[in-house]
């Protein structure tokens, strides 16, 4: 046995770990055996040393092989997955995985729930009355059978020594180093066998990480530690400096999603959703392309994937013919106080104040109020004047001191420019 003292103290002087040595510190983590002080003292360590590529590749290995491995590319061989680092607005995966799976590309994604400022797939999907995203491998591989895609929550058994890891970088201030967040988005993410991953890497004020070398440097990670592994990966940096889309909140969200699959998304949703699915197809080497993409939608099939994957895990089928997808009643307009150019939003505040106003109550029985929404109808370098709408605030309860918060988060002054949406395109391994 590997002693934990020699371990730490070979890191904290800045020392690499050996491949058993790294194995040993998983291991603790999953059965218990390192507590959580010496777990804690491994994570600032290795934060603050840093981890080189073979440690990387090393820890990443060994929290993937600590749970199940469902290895679905064995069935699927064109088997694809997509990971965006979250924004505010962000609805890609709802329609990029039933669009993919239209034109015949099997998706399966393990999804997850708000992280900080940042919306949750899960908590948006789940908008749906009796949607349940609970996956297992033989429930994966019926969806997948049945409709081509497979969206759901991962199992305590997916990479069990993650889940105690990842609380802990969340109290010892370690979440931001990115070995350590490459190795616990990838333990997950690789579980489920896809043969190829695409990363959507956020940056700008609205993003996890806001400078983009630091995306950059995280996008690069990403891809070289899947290569490394046998996976086929790219990745895209895309800007997260407003708002993706029209729409930010859990039901508006997904009304925004049945839009997009039915012909009427907004042009910088669906470029990046464009973006990634044609990612995916060069890196399979399927032949995918935009006339594919648009057959898709415009024939109804990307929206009826999107229906038939819903009931099949459980949607209401009658609620999703017709949604019932009602936002709050009281409503606020966030008008521009001067005229000018929109040149500013500080983005993660969007993001952090409409989810203090959608949590309705606290603790283990914590619920999120889908129907508070912000609609935002101006973007970066547009002009204004005052007194003109910048976006529509929607709340259950009257609050207008959120509103005005809110409306101090658009800047508008004599000058602004509208920022490129895919930022920088790494190349696929």
């Known amino acids: 046995m590997i002693s934990p003292y020699r371990i730490l103290e070979r890191k904290r002087a800045g020392g690499s770990l050996r491949d058993a040595e790294v194995r040993a510190v998983v291991a603790g983590a999953a059965d218990g055996s390192w507590t959580d002080g010496q777990l804690a003292a491994f994570l600032m360590a290795a934060a603050i040393r840093g981890l080189d590529a073979e440690e990387t590749q090393s820890l990443t290995l060994a929290m993937l092989e600590s749970g199940e491995q469902w290895d679905l590319a064995a069935d699927y061989p064109t088997l694809t997955d997509k990971h965006s680092t979250g924004g505010v607005g962000d609805k890609v995966s709802l329609v990029l995985a039933p669009l993919l799976a239209a034109c015949d590309v099997p ?9 900080g400022h940042t919306g949750g797939t899960a908590d948006k999907l789940e908008v749906v009355p009796g949607l ?24 305590s058994a ?19 180093s990115l070995p350590l967040i490459t190795a616990s988005i990838l333990s997950k993410k690789l579980a489920t066998g896809a043969a190829a991953l695409v990363f959507d890497v956020k940056t700008g004020n609205g993003a996890i990480l806001a400078d983009k070398s630091e995306s950059k440097a995280l996008a690069e990670l990403l891809v070289e530690t899947c290569v490394s592994l046998g996976r086929r990966a790219g990745a895209l940096i895309t800007d ?29 949703l669906m470029e990046v959703v464009y973006a990634l699915a044609l990612e995916l197809g060069a890196l399979l080497q399927v032949g995918l392309d935009t006339i594919q993409l648009d057959a898709a939608i415009s024939s109804g099939l990307a929206r009826e994937r999107f229906e038939r994957w819903a009931v099949l895990q459980g949607g209401d089928r009658e609620w999703l013919a017709a949604p019932d997808l009602s936002l709050g009643k009281h409503e606020y307009a966030l008008e521009a106080q001067v005229g000018g150019v929109l040149s500013r ?17 606290s603790g283990p029985s914590r ?5 508070v929404a912000l609609h935002y109808g101006v973007r970066l370098g547009d002009r204004v004047g005052a007194g003109e709408d910048i976006g529509r605030l929607y709340l259950r309860r009257a609050d207008e001191r959120l ?8 800047v508008v002054d004599e000058e602004g420019i509208s920022p490129p949406l895919i930022v920088e395109r790494l190349a696929a391994g």
């Open 240 to 268: 997260m400096s407003q708002p993706l889309g029209r729409w930010v909140g859990h039901a508006a969200e997904l009304k925004e999603t049945l839009e997009c699959l039915a012909g009427d998304g907004p042009d910088d």
């Open 403 to 410: 509103a005005d918060e809110l409306r101090r988060c658009f």
């Open 132 to 155: 349940d995203l609970r996956l297992d491998r033989a429930r994966c591989l019926d969806l997948l059978e049945d409709v081509g895609m497979a969206i759901g929550i991962a199992t």
């Open 345 to 361: 939003v500080e983005t993660k505040t969007v993001g952090r104040l409409l989810g203090e106003a959608a949590v309705s109550s």
């Open 367 to 371: 619920q999120v109020d889908p129907a």
């Open 107 to 115: 998706v399966a994604m393990l999804t997850g729930r708000a992280l």
């Open 158 to 176: 997916i990479a069990p020594a993650d889940g105690r890891l990842y609380q802990l970088r969340d109290q010892t201030a370690t979440v931001s």
